[in-house]
């Protein structure tokens, strides 16, 4: 049956209280219910109830309010003071005695195994030993034991309910380490995307603006193609950081894709601008790719490019895509002298390439070419289950 909405507001009252306060209010009522027979009932002798009555109720019940810090202490002083009640006579009788209940309940829930099993081994015993009718000893049993089944099931749920937020508190501790590496993880991407973006527009740029004053009065269309060169690099530069760095703020509009290996050809007539001879070529037959394979393709063979640009001195560059059963391989060479570097120790476009490589489960390797003069870059990217 469910709580009505009154008494479950008055728990979670209930529950926002400071726990002494609860026990003050909960021992004020006991002591008024242990007293009520004292004014509820009829006295059958001509002379007032007897004082040792109301000593031993308010001895019994007052240690109630420390029944959180000392449960055993409590309920040994309760026991103790509640059997003293029948040493006088002209007392009305008690029908329950609360606060053993209370008392009971509160070392069970509180308290360690032996001092639970030991204490109600203690309540039923000297129940039977000092109460003198079986039916009030029975009924006094059973009571104690509900009292201390009704404390263990309090106890367990409260366990439970702990376990139940620390897993919550955990699960949410892991989510936020996790919310934070990914936050890590694409910092670092972005990082080597303006990286690439950065390191191939101002190759080309130099690359130009170098060329631009020696064929400036010789050869004026070549001069001014050298110039038309860098305001494009540099435009597509702007246009690929703008892209990029919109990913960071909220509330934009519909974003622009990232480059794909669909986007290699204009890559290649791009570096082709500089005066460098760019070939690009495929073999097989192309397939799908997931969006990081297609990124890491293109930014892989950009990075390549920008190498030979600034370091190769070459005057040939090739692009081979090679599409197997189970890979993209990546080929980019050059026939330029090149300052012999080869893979991890070379420079940080080198690096670059490979981290790309392997965080694809590919991988990557570079050094001078077998087959003549020049320097070659060899990438191989798996290609996914379902493509294969």
């Not at 002494?20 to 007293?35: E, F, G, N």
């Not at 030979?308 to 090739?318: E, L, P, Q, Y």
Request: proline share 7%; aromatic share 6%; charged share 20%.
């Amino acid at each position: 049956m469910p709580d009505l909405p009154f008494i479950a507001l008055l728990r979670r009252r209930i529950r926002t209280l400071p726990p002494q306060w609860v026990d003050v209010a909960l021992t004020a009522l006991v002591m008024v219910v242990q007293l009520w027979p004292f004014v509820g009932r009829d006295n059958p002798h001509d002379v007032p109830w007897h004082w040792w009555g109301y000593v031993v109720v308010v001895v019994a019940v007052t240690p109630l309010a420390w029944r959180r810090r000392m449960p055993v202490p409590v309920l040994i002083f309760t026991l103790l003071a509640t059997s003293l009640y029948d040493l006088a006579e002209n007392l009305p009788s008690q029908p329950i005695w609360y606060g053993g209940l209370v008392a009971m309940y509160t070392v069970a829930m509180r308290s360690s195994r032996w001092a639970r099993l030991s204490m109600i081994v203690l309540a039923t015993c000297g129940g039977m030993l000092l109460v003198g009718s079986s039916d009030t000893a029975l009924r006094g049993i059973v009571l104690f034991v509900a009292a201390y089944a009704i404390g263990r099931a309090a106890a367990v749920s409260r366990a439970y309910a702990a376990a139940l937020e620390e897993r919550a508190a955990r699960l949410e501790h892991e989510r936020q380490v996790e919310a934070e590496r990914a936050a890590e993880r694409e910092r670092a991407r972005i990082a080597h995307d303006m990286h690439d973006i950065l390191a191939h527009a101002v190759s080309l740029m130099v690359v130009q603006a170098e060329a631009g004053p020696v064929v400036v009065r010789s050869d004026p269309a070549r001069a001014e193609a050298a110039f038309d060169a860098i305001a494009a690099a540099g435009r597509d530069a702007m246009l690929q950081l703008r892209r990029m760095l919109g990913v960071l703020k909220e509330g934009e509009g519909p974003r622009a894709p990232q480059p794909t290996i669909g986007d290699l050809p204009t890559l290649a007539g791009q570096v082709t601008g500089t005066g460098l001879d760019v070939a690009y070529s495929t073999s097989g037959e192309p397939r799908p790719l997931p969006p990081d394979v297609e990124v890491a393709a293109y930014r892989i063979t950009q990075e390549a490019l920008t190498n030979i640009v600034k370091h190769a001195g070459a005057s040939r560059a090739d692009i081979r895509l090679r599409w197997d059963d189970d890979a993209l391989t990546i080929d980019v060479t050059d026939d330029g002298p090149g300052s012999g570097r080869s893979l991890p120790s070379g420079g940080n476009g080198l690096i670059g390439i490979q981290e790309r490589a392997t965080a694809c489960g590919g991988t990557a390797t570079a050094g001078r070419r077998a087959d003549g003069p020049g320097f070659q870059v060899s990438v191989r990217l798996p290609l996914p289950a379902t493509a294969a």
